[in-house]
């Protein structure tokens, strides 16, 4: 299965913009990359994913490296509501694609 | 909608004994998955279904079993409880949704066993 590398915790100041890295350097052609997160005592959360091209949507951005051997979440102006565990996931393909394996994650603490 | 819904919220079980966690959804979502998260850790995926009548393992199914009899209800069942078994369960569902899986999860429910 193809693994993705987080730092595990980030500190931002609020209003400022947050980039949060993912390694995953043995990501095969057809892996997803999907970000998750996971508010105190809540269920995750989708915020964003993508395969190849950058994507933007309410929450979020995800820019993607061209090897896609890694990838970056970015919030543009952090909020206090963001302070969360940001997880980096790929899909794996196997069986019927449903297999997300989530790891540790990234502890972001946004400071008023 | 009520999304994805948990029962019950907490449980507190003696070692050897048995338990179900309903998870529902009313979404009309194809999938469905259990997952654990231990403290510090990230989720694990235990069992999952593509379908009503399908269940499958996911990373960690042993001491688990489920059941999907009908399309919006998942089933967890515990036969015989551990103390390796105290964590929250988490149940999700999705949709196929822009090329990927994008997973509605539901609020959890703590197990504790003694």
């Known amino acids: 299965d193809a693994k993705t590398t987080q730092p595990n915790s980030m500190e931002s100041n609020e209003e400022e913009p947050v980039h949060l890295p993912c390694n995953h350097s043995?990501?095969?052609?057809?892996?997803?990359i999907h970000w998750y997160r996971q508010l105190p005592s809540q269920g995750p959360e989708y915020v964003i994913h993508g395969l190849t091209s950058n994507v933007n949507n309410r929450m979020a951005s995800l820019a993607i490296a061209e090897d896609r051997k890694s990838s970056t979440l970015i919030l543009h102006r952090a909020t206090l509501r963001d302070a969360a565990v940001y997880y980096c996931?790929?899909?794996?393909?196997?069986?019927?694609?449903?297999?997300?394996?989530f790891g540790p994650g990234t502890r972001l603490s946004v400071l008023p | 909608n009520a999304g994805v819904t948990q029962t019950p919220k907490f449980r507190v079980l003696k070692t050897g004994q048995s338990m179900t966690l309903l998870c529902a959804q009313d979404?009309?979502?194809?999938?469905m998955y259990w997952y654990r998260q231990d403290p510090g850790m990230g989720l694990r995926l235990i069992h999952y279904?593509?379908?009503?009548?399908?269940?499958a393992k996911g990373e960690v199914p042993d001491g688990y079993n489920v059941s999907r009899l009908k399309k919006q209800n998942f089933l967890l069942g515990l036969e015989s409880a551990a103390p390796s078994q105290t964590s929250v369960y988490f149940c999700a569902s999705s949709i196929l949704a822009g090329g990927s899986y994008e997973q509605f999860f539901g609020p959890g429910t703590r197990l504790t066993v003694l």
């Open positions: 996931i790929l899909r794996d393909v196997d069986n019927y694609g449903q297999n997300f394996v």
């Open positions: 979404m009309n979502h194809e999938y």
């Open positions: 043995t990501i095969s052609g057809t892996d997803y």
């Open positions: 279904s593509v379908g009503e009548g399908t269940t």
